[in-house]
């Protein structure tokens, strides 16, 4: 989890709500300064890209909800999908398997 005064804001803002819309562009804008900033922070601090962080926050509190019993298009909306099949992809990309399958086990 980033750690460092630049990039709390943001790691906050998505723990808070997973399906926050915001881009990389829109939190340089917000936070008065560069996208590259916000890239090298983020690989610095994380050792991945803002997207792949992003998509993995995403993809944990996915496995909570599912866990839970919601449904999947229920999930993908809480976290910031437009569809099902947008979420299903990202959710195997990060986890390895999709979201039906992950209900299963």
Do not use: K
């Not at 989890?1 to 709390?8: G, I």
């Not at 916000?38 to 926050?57: D, K, L, M, Q």
């Amino acid at each position: 989890m980033p750690a460092s005064d630049l990039l709390r804001p943001i790691a906050d803002a998505l723990r808070e709500n997973p399906g926050d819309p915001r881009t990389l562009t829109d939190w340089a804008s917000h936070l008065g300064v560069s996208a590259r900033t916000i890239t090298r922070a983020f690989n610095a601090e994380t050792g991945t890209s803002f997207a792949r962080w992003v998509a993995a926050v995403r993809a944990q509190h996915a496995v909570a909800l599912l866990a839970r019993g919601w449904e999947v298009e229920a999930v993908a909306e809480e976290v910031g999908y437009r569809s099902a099949s947008a979420f299903g992809a990202a959710f195997r990309r990060t986890t390895g398997l999709t979201p039906g399958a992950f209900r299963a086990r």
